[in-house]
């Protein structure tokens, strides 16, 4: 697999490869079923029928998910722990300036630099589950469950949010698909597969 | 005399300086919202029905549709006088420029009402299972307007 990649991308990289495992089953299940609640609930919000129904029960998933992303990153294995990939602005920075070598980082979880990416993305969705819930459009049909706990101003100022943080968050994944592309093409660095069985092929005399 | 001339006169120029003022902007935006806020009260008792929050009642619901219907009878024209737009008009209405804009499609999205309205009086007094998608459709006319026209905050 890392021999493909080295002669497709014209990156070096050592040929030997061995396989590891890295990304548990309930990190792989949490990330392709958040792939498809997010786009379900995207689309049906911005195109969707006018009776948001799908849209409500899209959104359920996408909190239970990040819920259970939540808790796994607390109790969950070393790569899926909160604690074991969220690092400092130094390590950041000193990630980011080997972005653009043309070589593979061969991290094993979450670089420095994905970490932001993995805690934005759960933050803004928490945030945008908490406004859809209270959020209020005034058409009575479909009303934010828990919207009557709130004020109608708090339920106004929730729905701007909602849409303002929906649109964040179609670009921090549209930002994230490109960057594996760019690992991908550039760096020669399979983070899909990984993603998909659990295993990540490094060069053999990495530890 | 002089005095109940001048009094005349003071009262001729002060009258039509208030009527001017009750006409103005804000009391247009105001009737606007008293508009939507009837149309609302009216939603709001069939929605409570259709979420299970409140007892369905063939009575009542056909009561709050008739209402409703009552208030599309009502030429809502006036309430679109220019110069009432959000930005006309800040912190006081939520209605877009686009409604001056493009009348055209607010008018189709106001057939889109009429049209979900005269639907729910058909079946509002048929029982729940009938009341519960003629009350979503109709507050799904309401998102698709709202969606074009309205700001979601003030």
């Keep these: ?73 607390i109790i969950g294995p070393a790569p899926a722990r909160f604690t074991s990939f969220v690092r400092g602005p130094k390590a950041v920075m000193a990630y980011a300036r080997h972005l653009p070598a043309r070589r593979p980082s061969n991290t094993l979880g979450h670089n420095a630099v994905g970490a932001l990416f993995v805690v934005g993305i759960l933050a803004v969705l928490v945030v945008q589950v908490t406004t859809g819930l ?64 659990g295993k990540k092929q490094i060069p053999a005399e990495t530890d | 005399m002089r005095k109940l001339l001048t009094a005349g006169i003071a009262a001729a120029l002060i009258v039509p300086a208030s009527l001017s003022f009750a006409g103005g902007p804000e009391d247009v935006v105001n009737a606007r919202l008293g508009y939507y806020r ?75 009402f009429r049209a979900a309205v005269a639907e729910l009086n058909a079946v509002a007094g048929n029982g729940l299972d009938a009341l519960r998608p003629a009350v979503g459709k109709l507050g799904g006319t309401c998102k698709a307007c709202h969606d074009d026209f309205r700001a979601t905050d003030y």
Excluded: C
């Excluded at chain 1, 004020?151 to 549209?174: D, K, P, Q, Y």
């Excluded at chain 2, 409703?68 to 877009?96: E, H, M, V, W």
């Design chain 1, 134 to 197: 209270i959020g209020d459009p005034e058409d009575y049909v479909n009303t934010g469950p828990l919207a009557d706990y709130v004020a109608i101003e708090t339920s106004r100022t929730a729905l701007s949010l909602h849409e303002l943080l929906g649109n964040l968050a179609m670009i921090m994944v549209i930002v994230h698909i490109a960057a594996i592309g760019f690992y991908r093409r550039w760096k020669g660095e399979d983070l899909v597969t990984p993603m998909i069985t």
């Design chain 1, 1 to 73: 697999m890392a021999g493909e990649q080295n002669t497709a991308t014209g990156a070096k990289a050592p040929v030997a490869a061995r396989s590891v495992a890295l990304w548990d089953p309930v990190v792989r299940l949490f990330h392709w079923a958040l792939v498809l609640a997010f786009f379900a609930v995207w689309f049906l919000g911005k195109f969707g029928p006018d009776q948001m129904t799908l849209h409500f029960y899209a959104g359920y998933a996408v909190g239970g998910l990040v819920l259970l992303r939540l808790i796994w990153g």
């Design chain 2, 38 to 112: 009837l149309l609302g009260l009216e939603m709001d008792g069939l929605a409570a029905m259709a979420k299970g929050e409140a007892e369905y009642s063939a009575e009542a619901a056909q009561g709050h549709a008739a209402n409703i219907q009552t208030l599309t009878q009502y030429n809502p024209g006036g309430l679109f006088a220019p110069g009432t737009s959000n930005a006309d008009l800040p912190g006081k209405t939520r209605a877009l420029p686009a409604i001056w804009e493009n009348f055209p499609k607010v008018g189709e999205k106001g057939a889109a």
